[in-house]
């Protein structure tokens, strides 16, 4: 888990600290994924729908992740709509 009140990394030690920080977090989170992936396979399951099941379980872990999702990808939209142009600022 990332910590809010720590700053970001200013020297490359720092930043490979956090990276391996971050893997070392993920590595039983890609251990269940694997184990999924596999029981997924012998029973025959398609990988869109594996991988359907995985984002909608996700989804449901965090009810305001698709709302968080959906507002950034808005707001990536409006940004490049208005470096082209084609949406004023207000």
Known sequence: ???ATRTPPTTPV???AD???AAVELDPIRRHLA???RLALTRGVAVDDFMRAAWTTLMDADPGLRARLEAESLLAQ???LRLRGQVGQA
């Open 14 to 16: 720092e930043a490979g």
């Open 1 to 3: 888990m990332k910590d």
């Open 78 to 80: 409006l940004a490049e």
């Open 19 to 21: 990276r391996l920080q």
């Open 35 to 37: 184990a999924a992936a």
